[in-house]
């Protein structure tokens, strides 16, 4: 499975953005969909995820602000970031898993990576 992921890009706080990630070389449609982040010097983070039948799971700091999003037929996933803060600021990696976890270690897939940077 090859995961491509865009939409990112420079934008104020307060701004939107919305984030594709296409998978290809299999159907995706057993697969968790997620996206997770990576600021500089941090660790990687959970984000957002979403399941076959469109169950999904935040973490707390983009609930209200972030929808995840799929669409089956097209292999891809979305993520909609409204409200966007500087702390937002990160490289956003889409991922497929088999499991609607929180845990890196729990996807088995990874993207490329699309820069998302939100300036004050």
């Known amino acids: 499975v090859q995961l491509q992921a865009s939409g990112g890009g420079l934008v104020q706080a307060g701004g939107s953005l919305r984030l594709s990630c296409l998978a290809s070389g299999r159907t995706a449609k057993s697969y968790i969909m997620g996206w997770f982040r990576q600021a500089p010097g941090k660790e990687r983070e959970f984000v957002a995820a979403?399941?076959?039948?469109?169950?999904?799971s935040y973490a707390n700091s983009v609930k209200g602000r972030f929808t995840i999003s799929r669409d089956n037929a097209k292999n891809m996933v979305y993520l909609q970031m409204n409200s966007l803060k500087p702390e937002d600021t990160a490289v956003y990696y889409c991922a497929l898993g088999r499991l609607l976890g929180t845990h890196a270690n729990e996807y088995n897939y990874w993207g490329q990576g699309t820069l998302v940077t939100v300036s004050s």
């Open positions: 979403i399941n076959w039948s469109g169950i999904t």
